[in-house]
């Protein structure tokens, strides 16, 4: 057994209103320079959406060979504008810069300084790669607009009329969709593929935190860490032709202070937390067969902080004393493993991921409101799971490798304890039937 100390995060998905703060200060932070312009180590998903890079969940993508171009002709898969732009012809199989997205600044030349005149001036798109103007037909957070929910807004005579022809049928529509937000950043795997797949071996994971960090003298730009991702959180700075990644701000965590996202998150909903972990067992956790079983040995992996024998092992191991003591404390053990609450992200990469989330749970109370119950009420907790507006299976495929049971599980314990703590909070007895079904 050799017990090692891991930083992880938890992100209580119910709280984050897609407000970019902690995308816009991580970019401040890390990647405001030449050769990181697309480059977001904190980005905000739209679900459902095809993410950031686009259908980087496509694992079939990345595995190279041939496709069709728009022409119908066989090319390399990574034969695209990135590729061409940054010298790239053949192997390794990555984005390209059309799947993040071009970035862009506008001509505020023009904004400020048009003469005088009948129309309003306008900022036109620039592209900060080629310079030119642009037509901008991607980027991050493009699914906004796709869930079917511009059917409800704006002045489209189109949607007017469907109103008033349709009015019921409209709103059965909408009140089909859905929408929530995923941040993410590196998930700092306890098993990273992408130091597996550095031919330089330049990728490395911390022996104190396991935080992964990228030896920038030792980088020689292969990029097959962008290909071995399955993230796709490794990214290609093509001014130093290096390949550069979230740090978790190791910085800020060696004097005690939390990642900038964290810190800016205007939900609240970033806890960060360590846990210990026995390191021999990883790659056994990472390899059983059934991937419906990678949560359970993920969570097997976590050892108790308060039991004897682990925290003599840590000692043995030169954990000091104030890093034990943060792992009693650990929000993350404590939603992960004690509550249950916390789930990986696509547990069947098999990278263990260390960014843990709980999963929304609001759209239950919205719908039913509009039935004429209290969705928060303890005699509608359990009616209302059976009412939800994000799909079980939804969710399931993005934290559970499809177990629909066990995100029924995280869900049902969300909406009790909501319920039981509602109760404290208005000043009523707390319903302990609610405690005892979700132990
Ligand atoms: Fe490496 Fe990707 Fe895991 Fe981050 S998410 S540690 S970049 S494999
Ligand atoms: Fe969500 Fe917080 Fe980021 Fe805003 S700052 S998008 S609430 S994670």
């Not at 019921?168 to 089909?176: A, C, G, N, P, T």
């Not at 860490?225 to 130093?240: D, L, Q």
């Not at 390191?279 to 097997?300: C, F, G, H, I, M």
Request: overall charge negative; some cysteine; charged content about 25%.
């Amino acid at each position: 057994m050799r017990i090692m100390a891991q930083t992880a995060m938890v992100m209580a998905l119910d709280k984050c209103i897609g407000c970019h703060t902690c995308s816009v200060t991580c970019k401040q932070a890390w990647t405001n320079r030449a050769g990181t312009e697309y480059v977001w180590f904190n980005n905000v998903e739209t679900r459902p959406g095809q993410g950031y890079p686009r259908r980087y969940e496509d694992q079939e993508r990345w595995k190279g060979g041939w496709e069709l171009n728009s022409r119908g002709r066989l090319k390399l898969k990574a034969g695209g504008r990135l590729a061409k732009l940054f010298g790239i012809f053949a192997s390794p199989v990555q984005p390209e810069l059309n799947d993040y997205y071009e970035p862009w600044t506008y001509d505020y030349e023009n904004l400020i300084n048009a003469p005088a005149g009948n129309d309003f001036p306008v900022a036109k798109p620039k592209s900060l790669i080629t310079g030119q103007d642009m037509k901008i037909t991607w980027s991050a957070n493009w699914d906004d607009n796709l869930g079917g929910s511009e059917q409800t807004g704006g002045q489209d005579p189109v949607l007017e009329k469907m109103r008033r022809d349709a009015e019921e049928k409209v709103k059965l529509e909408f009140d089909s969709t859905f929408m929530f937000y995923l941040p993410r950043i590196c998930e700092h795997c306890l098993n990273p593929s992408c130091m597996a797949s550095c031919p330089s071996g330049a990728i490395y994971k911390r022996e104190e935190d396991g935080i992964v960090l990228v030896d920038q003298d030792r980088c020689r730009g292969w990029r097959q860490c962008i290909t071995g991702c399955p993230y796709k959180k490794m990214y290609f700075n093509h001014r130093s032709g290096k390949a550069e990644k979230c740090t978790f701000c190791y910085p800020r965590i060696e004097v005690g202070i939390p990642t900038v996202c964290a810190e800016t998150c205007v939900g609240r909903l970033r806890y960060i937390g360590i846990f210990l972990y026995d390191a021999d067992r990883v790659t056994e956790a990472a390899s059983v067969p059934n991937e419906q079983d990678l949560y359970e040995a993920q969570l097997d992996l976590m050892m108790d902080p308060n039991d004897p024998e682990v925290i003599a092992g840590a000692r043995a191991e030169g954990i000091p004393e104030d890093w034990l003591d943060a792992a009693r404390r650990s929000p993350v053990y404590a939603l992960a493993k004690e509550m249950r609450v916390a789930l990986p992200l696509h547990p069947e990469y098999r990278t263990m991921p260390m960014v843990w989330y709980v999963p929304p749970l609001s759209p239950i109370v919205d719908v039913l409101k509009e039935q004429g119950h209290d969705g928060e009420a303890a005699e509608n907790l359990f009616g209302a799971i059976e009412a939800l507006r994000i799909p079980v299976e939804y969710l399931a495929e993005l934290f559970t490798a499809g177990d629909t049971d066990l995100v029924t599980a995280v869900l049902r314990k969300l909406a009790a304890m909501r319920a039981y703590m509602r109760n404290i909070t208005l000043g009523d007895e707390p319903d302990e039937r609610i405690a005892a079904d979700v132990g």
